[in-house]
């Protein structure tokens, strides 16, 4: 083992502890648990895309459980209204009169999981967009700090399916990653049978790996992972690649450019690395790009998709 | 762990170390240069020397400051010596510069693949100045890897003996041309009247003929009787019939065209270790001569 600095082995050790935490609960998705994990440490959302029944929610209660943040779920439906989000003001009785008092809402917690995103009116889904983005909510003529750390992991089902409302390119942007969640292979699923039908109480327990303060600690410590310049340039070749690709209507922002430079970061840290590797920008440029590019018709036509045309990118450089 | 704990313990300042590690490697990417260029400017040395003799050009023969080497037991040198030497010191500056111009990180991870991305980054975030706590922490690892790495492998063995072996052979036909002599007959163009020139010259007339066909008139000339030749030569080749038991040996005279006679004449020959035959050898001789003049 290399002499490093032991607040760093804290680190990759207290990752690996995770890790190993919420593979007790999901099996078969180790891929979506580093993705999910990336989001945590970068200090960003994530956007999970399946069909029903892959353990999405799940994965994030056991995410809530494993590093102690506070917990709020909101279940999107066509009647959502933005106020049922952020909070709403209230008329209350007291001795002093009537006052309004600000209600918050469910996206006061460390870690929201949105549940169909998709199925919330545009109107609404800006409302939780924006406070992904600005961190705050304004109700009235106050403006409410959300707590740190704010996390927001929402979920949609494919957009093919009916009575959905897809994400607008603008607002799916500020989304982190876009990570899809696919059918686990046949012996991971036949390990999810066993483990989840044994007993009527069938849920597996799972212990707090890390405060919010360490949490915290992680996020900055990701942030400051070095990258060779020269990695960073392939990062920023790829996201510029995305704007003129044939096959695309349009590409990526540089918004695109700093998350990919981040997401590498988170795993080059989950992977126990100091430094970035070239690995890590390949690795994390589809989950980064996926939601912000547009196939456009004719490759679209073809069966190609948003992965398809990254994969190539990638692999041209 | 805590954030205050992290601050209790903060790593030692790495990046000199880093810096220095990064100086140290420049020098043995220099050095490995300079070897790869040595070798290779000798092989352009010997090459161009060989070149020099083989094609035999009058101009490249022409020594160099005679006045000064006739004093000193050693030849002086040539045009072509110095053509080769510069033809060396030129492939040497070049090879160096191009080999030194790749980033030496680069060369370096290429001969130590454990280090790679490692070494270039932690060059990145040293000249970037970075001294958090995670680029401490690579700082660290690169030079703990560094400790492991080795400057052998800028050099390819595979690839040095391969010139080595090269140089010697071409040292080796540069000793066998100046030995024997080999002369490819090519000359400057301001040069005329040479063996090479006139062999060129035939060969090339040879193949305008055998191309196109020319008038034989046109070769020849007018044709015109011709009673006698100027000079008339007899020759004759005589042989002794053998057997029946004659040894005596019998030489023909030869005879010009106007009838002088030469006689023929057998040489002799005395070891100087067998003094004592000279005497046979005188006999034989005049006994030889006897038989000449009975014919």
């Known amino acids: ?317 | 762990m805590s954030e205050d704990a992290t601050d209790d313990r903060t790593p030692p300042d790495n990046r000199d170390d880093v810096r220095a590690a990064l100086a140290e490697i420049r020098r043995e990417t220099r050095k490995a240069a300079f070897v790869y260029a040595s070798l290779d400017a000798a092989c352009v040395v010997l090459a161009a020397y060989l070149a020099v003799g083989v094609t035999g050009v009058p101009l490249l023969d022409v020594e160099l400051a005679p006045a000064t080497f006739d004093s000193l037991p050693v030849p002086g040198p040539d045009v072509g010596a110095l053509a080769a030497v510069l033809a060396g010191v030129s492939a040497f500056v070049a090879e160096y510069v191009v080999r030194t111009r790749r980033p030496v990180a680069e060369q370096f991870e290429d001969a130590n693949p454990e280090v790679r991305e490692a070494l270039r980054t932690a060059r990145d975030a040293a000249d970037a100045d970075r001294a958090n706590p995670m680029a401490q922490a690579l700082y660290a690892d690169v030079l703990y890897r560094l400790r492991n790495a080795s400057s052998l492998g800028l050099l390819d063995a595979t690839r040095l003996g391969v010139t080595l072996v090269f140089a010697l052979a071409l040292s080796l036909a540069a000793v066998q041309t100046a030995v024997v002599g080999v002369d490819i007959g090519v000359s400057t163009a301001g040069s005329s009247g040479g063996v090479g020139d006139r062999a060129v010259q035939a060969e090339s007339d040879e193949n305008r003929s055998s191309v196109e066909l020319r008038n034989g008139s046109e070769v020849l000339g007018e044709e015109t009787n011709v009673s006698a030749g100027s000079e008339n030569v007899t020759a004759s080749v005589g042989s002794s019939p053998g057997g029946e038991g004659d040894e005596s040996a019998n030489y023909d005279r030869d005879t010009d065209g106007d009838g002088a006679g030469v006689e023929a004449e057998r040489a002799g020959f005395a070891s100087p270790e067998r003094v004592e035959d000279a005497d046979l050898v005188q006999r034989y001789a005049r006994e030889l001569d006897g038989n000449s003049t009975d014919d």
């Open chain 1, 1 to 317: 083992m290399t002499e490093r600095n032991p607040s760093i082995d804290d680190v990759t050790n207290r990752i690996q502890a995770i890790r190993s935490e919420i593979r007790r609960r999901i099996v078969g998705q180790e891929r979506v648990v580093d993705h999910v994990l990336a989001c945590l440490l970068c200090d960003g959302n994530a956007l999970l895309e399946s069909t029903p029944g892959l353990g999405k929610t799940l994965l994030v209660r056991t995410l809530a459980e494993v590093t102690d943040l506070s917990f709020s779920r909101i279940q999107n439906t066509p009647d959502l209204m933005p106020s049922d989000v952020i909070g709403t003001e209230m008329v209350r009785e007291t001795d002093a009169g009537r006052t309004f008092t600000f209600e918050k809402g469910p996206v006061f917690a460390n870690l929201v999981l949105s549940d169909e995103i998709n199925r919330a009116t545009p109107k609404t889904q800006s409302a939780l967009l924006e406070a992904m983005e600005e961190g705050q909510v304004t109700a009235g003529n106050e403006t409410y700090d959300l707590p740190e750390p704010f996390f927001v992991l929402a979920t949609q089902n494919p957009i093919d399916q009916e009575g959905t409302y897809p994400l607008p390119e603008a607002q799916s942007d500020r989304f982190l990653l876009k990570v899809v969640v696919d059918y686990p292979p046949e012996a991971a699923e036949r390990e999810i049978v066993d483990r989840y039908t044994r007993d009527v109480d069938a849920s597996v327990p799972v212990e707090k790996r890390v405060s919010t303060g360490e949490l915290r600690q992680m996020q900055r410590l990701t942030h400051q992972v070095p990258i060779a310049d020269d990695l960073r340039d392939l990062a920023v070749g790829v996201v510029r690649d995305t704007r003129t690709a044939d096959d695309l209507e349009y590409g990526a922002s540089p918004r695109a450019s700093m998350s990919l430079v981040r997401a590498a970061k988170a795993r080059a840290l989950i992977e126990g690395r100091t430094h970035v590797s070239a690995a890590d920008v390949t690795a994390m440029a589809p989950p980064v790009l996926r939601h912000r590019v547009v196939v456009d018709f004719r490759a679209e036509r073809e069966g190609l998709t948003p992965d398809d045309v990254i994969q190539t990118l990638v692999e041209d450089r």
